[in-house]
């Protein structure tokens, strides 16, 4: 047999088999017995496997600044706002609506939300296998183990389990609702069907800027139906293009603006192994999903990469001989699913670094698509039955099912979360996280214990400097304080956070003038930020300035308009001046807002200074009925027995 006889052989044995498009009958009976149920498995195992979800909580990873402390989302009447305003450095207002939509359901309480995110993975998974089923000509062994390692993969949870990655599951299913609808448009040619595709273009992307990467995902479908590649298909992309485009422009602005893009200080050497570590590292995972962590730190910035790193591009160019061995081959649903991988994780391989992780678990949800797609070819071509096919798939899908399971109970909430992350993937951002956590339950002495971890990890960690700052002020450690709070200052000179923690340290050791001169420097940098009216008014009633004060905690409540402590603090700061006609509009607004017996008592005062005895004594008499302590002198004058 002649050299280019065998090398036409070798083509047919490692070319898709015509069973693909064409099914024998015996397959075509089995796979129509099974096929009937495939479906409901895969959501049903779905729904077990993530179980843990529904009874998850927030974290402090994000969700306070997505939904619990967002008046964006908080505020139905935000409705014009809430469309317009990015959120942390990314423009996604279709996300944050839905987020407002849970908020007017539960408020802070999580249950609406993870029972959101579940539902649109579980319209995610039917969406796969649809699209499997399209991509496939109707293969149900390989729809089925697309559709099932999808749902039930480990790497998914983040996606499902983190609220704040509601634009996950959002974005990806108006991605999957458009390839859907461009297949069928290239398999029928109804216009309708490419219309369609650019309006949920456009919806994925108001749902996340990922979506930037759909049109190379069309391009990935242009080559499994193996169309022509001319100007009449690019022309056909230019709409796609274009608005990617868009979103690609936006999403980088919203990045820069908001200091999450840019980590200038690795070399460009370094963001290059960045990529192919990711590349690596995502595939690693695909098939061995272990040790997963709510974040992956970057390496050290002065210490030399780790080994794996240079290892990385080695592993790229093993991956990519495959890919040219396949399309040698004329594999081309191989090659499908390789390119579709790599075009969908482009925006997130750190090439241009964004945030400060290097992996992380929820940029795999749409990516391992083309990864299962392969899997799924690879288990329908070596497989003589699809009886078989599934006696394969099931142990797998019931393996990760387990992990699923295991990997959602690590977000019932933020220690769980951290504690995982610090066992598995210890890190700079993990032990800082857990620190917070501990200043929350008033355990400073632990807090400062995970602070001190997190800056032996990252030694510029001007927040961590900060936090541990605000721990050793409630400890009364003023000297640790401030020179924690100079810290983040020297690392960060425009931190206004450090400047009110100084100026707070400063007030309460009685240095009222340096601690307003932070103050003012804090709120020069940002205008919005609440605490520091707080901190200075205080520091302004110590200097007796009390219509500054008055300002400040005015300007306060426009953040906070319930706060009927502060509406009390105006009342006395109005005592102070000698105005006690003025001090009773905002006592009584705080008394309306909250029946505190010590409002009462602050207003009796009022009254008993303009002469109102009568008014006087009813509100000293609710104040000691509440359980305030009344001074002797004015209870007997109130004529009210202690």
């Given at each position: 047999m002649g050299k280019a006889s065998k090398r036409k052989l070798e083509r047919r044995k490692l070319a898709p088999s015509k069973s693909l498009t064409a099914p024998s009958r015996t397959k075509k009976r089995e796979g129509e017995m099974i096929s009937r149920w495939l479906l409901p498995v895969i959501l049903l195992t779905t729904f077990l496997a993530f179980i843990?979800?529904?009874?998850?909580?927030?974290?402090?990873?994000?969700?306070?600044e997505y939904v619990t402390e967002n008046p964006l989302v908080k505020?139905?009447?935000?409705?014009?706002?809430?469309?317009?305003?990015?959120?942390?450095?990314?423009?996604?207002?279709?996300?944050?609506?839905?987020?407002?939509?849970?908020h007017m359901i539960s408020g802070n309480d999580a249950w609406s939300y993870h029972l959101l995110n579940l539902l649109?993975?579980?319209?995610?998974?039917?969406?796969?296998f649809q699209l499997a089923m399209l991509l496939s000509k109707r293969n149900t062994v390989m729809a089925f183990t697309v559709a099932i390692l999808f749902s039930i993969h480990p790497m998914h949870v983040e996606s499902v389990a983190w609220v704040t990655e509601r634009k996950d599951v959002l974005y990806g299913l108006f991605f999957l609702a458009g390839l859907i609808s461009y297949t069928k448009f290239i398999d029928t040619g109804l216009r309708n069907q490419y219309f369609l595709t650019i309006l949920l273009l456009v919806l994925s992307l108001l749902s996340k800027p990922a979506a930037v990467v759909f049109p190379l995902a069309l391009l990935c479908i242009?080559?499994?139906?193996?169309?022509?590649?001319?100007?009449?298909?690019?022309?056909?992309?230019?709409?796609?293009?274009?608005?990617?485009?868009?979103?690609?422009?936006?999403?980088?602005?919203?990045?820069r603006i908001a200091g999450a893009s840019g980590r200038e200080t690795f070399p460009l050497v370094s963001k290059i192994l960045f990529g192919f570590y990711g590349i690596m590292m995502y595939c690693v995972k695909a098939i061995a999903p272990f040790n997963l962590s709510a974040f992956y730190s970057f390496p050290p910035v002065n210490e030399s990469l780790p080994i794996e790193y240079y290892l990385a591009p080695l592993f790229f160019v093993a991956l990519a001989a495959l890919l040219f061995y396949s399309w040698k081959m004329n594999n081309r649903v191989v090659v499908f699913g390789i390119l579709f991988f790599l075009v969908n994780l482009l925006p997130v391989l750190q090439l241009v670094p964004v945030g400060s992780a290097v992996i992380a678990d929820r940029y795999t949800y749409i990516p391992y698509i083309g990864l299962d797609y392969a899997f799924g070819w690879l288990i329908y071509r070596y497989t003589k039955r699809p009886a078989q096919a599934y006696a394969i798939i099931f142990p797998i899908a019931l393996l990760?099912?387990?992990?699923?399971?295991?990997?959602?109970?690590?977000?019932?909430?933020?220690?769980?979360?951290?504690?995982?992350?610090?066992?598995?993937?210890?890190?700079n951002k993990a032990y800082a996280n857990r620190a917070d956590l501990f200043s929350q339950e008033k355990n400073y002495d632990r807090a400062i214990e995970y602070y001190n971890k997190a800056i032996a990890l990252n030694t510029i960690d001007y927040e961590s400097y900060n936090n541990r700052g605000n721990a050793y002020l409630h400890l009364k450690k003023f000297d640790l304080a401030q020179n924690d709070y100079r810290k983040a200052i020297s690392l960060k000179p425009d931190y206004y956070p450090a400047m009110d923690g100084m100026a707070a340290a400063l007030a309460i050791q009685g240095q009222y003038l340096s601690a307003l001169n932070y103050s003012n420097q804090a709120l020069a940098i940002d205008p919005n930020y609440k605490p520091a009216y707080s901190n200075r008014a205080l520091t302004y009633m110590k200097l007796n300035r009390y219509e500054d004060a008055i300002r400040d905690w005015q300007k306060f409540l426009q953040y906070e308009p319930n706060a009927a402590d502060v509406y009390d603090t105006i009342g006395s700061c109005y005592q102070a001046m000698g105005k006690y006609q003025e001090s009773l509009a905002p006592i009584s607004k705080a008394i309306e807002l909250s029946r505190d017996p010590t409002f009462y008592l602050n207003?009796?005062?009022?009254?008993?200074?303009?002469?109102?005895?009568?008014?006087?004594?009813?509100?000293?008499?609710?104040?000691?009925?509440?359980?305030?302590?009344?001074?002797?002198?004015y209870a007997a004058r109130m004529g009210i027995r202690k």
């Open positions: 843990p979800v529904l009874k998850a909580n927030f974290v402090n990873l994000d969700d306070n505020r139905a009447s935000n409705l014009g706002s809430l469309l317009v305003t990015p959120v942390q450095g990314n423009y996604h207002p279709l996300t944050m609506l839905t987020l407002s939509i849970n649109l993975h579980l319209i995610n998974c039917f969406l796969v242009d080559l499994l139906r193996k169309r022509k590649f001319g100007s009449s298909l690019l022309v056909e992309k230019i709409p796609f293009f274009a608005l990617a485009l868009i979103g690609g422009v936006v999403a980088l602005v919203g990045q990760l099912s387990v992990l699923t399971w295991m990997q959602a109970a690590v977000w019932h909430n933020s220690a769980t979360l951290w504690d995982h992350a610090i066992s598995t993937q210890p890190s207003r009796s005062y009022s009254f008993n200074a303009l002469k109102d005895l009568e008014a006087a004594q009813r509100d000293a008499l609710a104040a000691k009925q509440g359980g305030a302590q009344i001074p002797d002198e």
